[in-house]
C-alpha cells in the first residue's frame, strides 16, 4: 500500500464507526479517555472528543491521546500501527482503495449510523488488475509505508527567537486602527496596549514583502510566519497578543481576527505554548492571580487592575509551570461551558497536587453578603494575603 493509497483509505473510514467497532462508546462524538486513572474522578466527564469531518480524535488532558483512525485503533487494542493497519485492512476489506466492488454496494459503505458518507474509490478498469494490486497492497502495506520525515532543523531555536522577535517590531502599535476599535468594544484601553505591547498589521502586503525580502522563504514557512503557500499567514488576524515575559521580550505570540465572522478567531503560533501570556503576574509573591482561558479575558482583568495570566485553552496548560505558580492562589475563570468545566476539574485536581490554593469564579459568590470591589481589594476579599 502507497501512501497515497493508504491516505484514500483513511479518508473512506468514518472514526466514529470504527470507534463503534472497536467497542468504544461515543455519546455526542466524545467518550471517556482510555486512561481515566490520568483523569479526576476517572473521566466522569469524557475528555476525549470526534471529529468525523477531520477523521481525528482527542483527549484535551493526556497529550498522547490523539491521533487519526489508526492511533485509536493502536490505543484501543495496544498494539503496533501495522496490526492497526492490518486490523482495519482485515475488518473494512471492502474499502481498500483498488476493490471495484465497494463502488456500487451499499453494503460496502461501513456500517454505522454516523451519517457521514464514504467517498467513492477511484475507478478501476480492470477488476483482476484491482484485485492484483488489492493483493499486493496488503502484502505490502508493511513495507511500503513511510512516516513523514521528521522536520529537519532549518534554523537554531536562538535563530528562530530573533526571528520572531524581530518581527514583532515590524508590526504597528494598535493607535487608531480597527484593533484599537475592537479592544475598546471590550472595555481594553490604551494603558493595556501599552502596557502589553499590542500590535497590529496596517499594511499587509507591505509587511509580506519586507518579510520575504529579509528572510529566506523556506526559513519563513519553517518557523511559521508563513503559510505553505508562501505568505505570511496573519492576513485575516491582524491583531497581535506578545507574550512578554519579565523583561518584556516575547518570542511567542497570539494573533486574533477582529471581524467576528472569522474563524479560527485566534491562530497560535506554531510551536509550544512557553508560559502563560502576562507570566509577569507570577510574581512568585504571596496572592491571588487569575487564570483565564484566552487573552482577551485576561486583557479585560487586567484593565480592571487584576492580576490575571491567560493560558490559549485548558490543554495548554503544563505541569511543568507549576513552578511558576509558587505562593500563589489561583481563581479559576474559564469558560462556562462543558470543556470549561471539565478543564475547571481538571485543573483545581492539578493545583491541588502540587499545594496551590483555588477557587472558582462566581462559585459560592451567591451565598456572601459583601460584593466584591474592583481590582484593590480582591485580594483580602478571597481571604488571600498581600
Ligand atoms: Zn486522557
Known sequence: MTEDELKQFKAALSITAVAADLGVPLV???CRCFFPQRHSHNDRTPSVSFSEER???RCWVCDDVRGDVISLVQIVKNCSFVEALNWLKETYHFLLPGNSRAANRPEARVAS???RPVPNPPAQGNAVASRVAVRDAERDAALEYHSPEPVKELVSEDERKKIILSFLKMLSPVDKTPAAAYLARRRIYKPIWDKMLLRTITDYGALNNKLKETYDLE???YVGLFSEKGNLRYYKHPLFFPYLDAKRRSFYFQARAIDSTVVPKELNLRGTVPYPYNVSALDQRPGWVY???GVVDTLTFLGQGIAAIGIPGVRS???EWLPLFKNKSVVLCLDKDEAGRSGTEYLQSVFAQSGIRTVVLGEGLESLNS???EGD??????GGKK
Do not use: A, H, P, Q
Not at 481589594?377 to 478571597?382: A, K, M, Y
Open 377 to 382: 481589594d480582591i485580594n483580602s476579599w478571597f
Open 219 to 221: 526559513v519563513l514557512k
Open 317 to 319: 496548560f503544563k505541569t
Open 113 to 115: 449510523n454516523s451519517g
Open 291 to 293: 487564570l483565564c482561558e
Open 371 to 373: 460584593s466584591m470591589k
Open 55 to 57: 477523521g481525528t480524535f
Open 28 to 30: 455526542r462524538g466524545r
